[in-house]
């Protein structure tokens, strides 16, 4: 019985395979699933003829398929334990079972606190130009060439891993070399490739704290020309095990912050190292290092194309459930705008008439900004579109309902302002809760001007039923100026805020404009204000008048 094995840390998986064609990738159709983002839907498919004719092909995958480093196009014929690079993820068909064939590790251990046998060489010494009688190798240009190649192609790392360890195991004579990975100051380091010329030799290595600590805080070249005859490594069991007879390793470098180790050891008596083997292990090592930052830079802007893409979807969807037409109403003129200081946020708002005429208006702005806030304030929106198709609707019954379902199914702290009123236009009424939100402005037509106070705290923040119905009678030409904190504070470069007051002596300027225009204009003033400083918050507002 052969078995496919994800070998990948985190994502370890078995599948017995039988004869038969199985498609490999992230869709839930394939045979074998990867769930990683690095592998394409329909990355690759097996075609197990029997045990010992296996094919694989790549089904145009974005990052590739590689068998034992080398990327493959179109169908190739693969041997038991090959390793298989699918993207980001290796796996391999094998006889063995699971706990055989896992990722090669790497332990640090505290036995060794000093070096004696060491050779250490500050990196920027390593780096100097290699001597001519090491140059005249011709291995050498051939290699780093090959290595320079890889600087400006594209691939997976794992795929980039692979290609490097073979190329240096062709210029120095080596029965282990691996790649760690590493982060300066944390002093922990993990496999991230690694080759081994024998199965007899130990894949799994063990590492002296005093060595990691040099590479990485010292930021040395070490080599350990005579390991058997330094007493404090000799008498570790694991040299002893292995027979190791050198050693060498480099720090890896993007800029002057080290990624990783390159690490490489020998037991054969024949191949002590020196520093003519460390120099050109540095050398190797820093056009390694350049090529893992530019892997690294080019996976950060993959994922941060795929969280645009994410967000331009969400800010889409989010637009779409904002009301397309608002109803139209005879004696009465209504409008609303909103702009987002991000693709997404959390400010929301709603206009909608019921059957028997009269019309609801909702502002609210969930507690945070981004995508959090936006999911929340779909949320609030869809729960009050449910409650106000129903009959007998009303405004203080919905708030308690939807505070109580933000408190029950949402975080602690996940909390929103909000405005909600219903116009009876017959009896010329507004009943209103005003839960915790930006009290609005009644601008009415003999010029006074009144705030529709808070009657209670946000919804979602506590268990309490605190809000009251307030109600109002609309006169001829008087607004109703609904607005969210984005407005009043905005800040200048001055540090100042645009304030309450300023708007409110603002719209009383501009009363005599539609709603529309009044939006608009209060907008401008807002852009004006600020000028370059970046808007830290979403604005909202909605405008009702009644017409004389």
Known sequence: MINFFILSAGKHKKWPLQRGKYTIGRSPQCE????????????????????????????????????????????????????????????????????????????????????????????????????????????????????????????????????????????????????????????????????????RHSDSFNISRTVVHELLNQKNALLLSDIQRDRKFAAQKSIIESRIKSAMAVPLFDEDKITGILYADTTNPMHHYNEDHLRVMATFGNILGAKIANCNLLKERQAKQVLESELETASQIQEQLLPKELPHLANYSFHAFQIQCKQVGGDLYDIAKFEDGRILFLVADVCGKGMGAALLASNILAGFRILHNAKDFHPLDAVRRMSKQLLTFSRPGDFATLFIGVLDPSAHTFRYVNAGHNPPLILRDAGSVDYLESSGVPIGMLDHDIWKEESLEFGTGDYLFIFTDGIPEAINCQDEQFSDERLEEFVQQCRNQSPKELTELVMNEVRKFIGDVPRSDDITMVVLHREK
């Open 32 to 199: 074998l699933i990867i769930e990683d983002e690095t592998v394409s839907r329909k990355h690759a498919q097996l075609d197990v003829i029997d045990e010992q004719t296996i094919n694989l092909t790549d089904l145009g995958s974005h990052n590739g398929t590689a068998v034992d480093g080398h990327r493959i196009d179109g169908t190739v014929q693969i041997q038991l334990d090959d390793i298989i690079t699918f993207g980001g993820i290796e796996a391999k068909i094998s006889r063995d079972e699971f706990s055989d064939i896992l990722h090669s590790s790497v332990h640090i251990t505290d036995s060794v606190d000093g070096l004696v046998n060491v050779t250490r060489l500050p990196i920027k010494e390593a780096l100097q130009p290699l001597p001519s009688k090491i140059l005249e190798n011709p291995k050498l240009f051939k290699a780093f060439s090959e290595l320079g190649k890889m600087l400006i192609l594209s691939g997976p790392a794992e795929e980039m891993y692979g290609q490097a360890l073979e190329l240096f195991k062709d210029l120095i004579p080596v029965e282990r070399i691996a790649i760690f990975s590493a982060e300066e100051q944390k002093e922990e380091i993990a496999v991230a490739a690694s080759y081994t010329s024998d199965r």
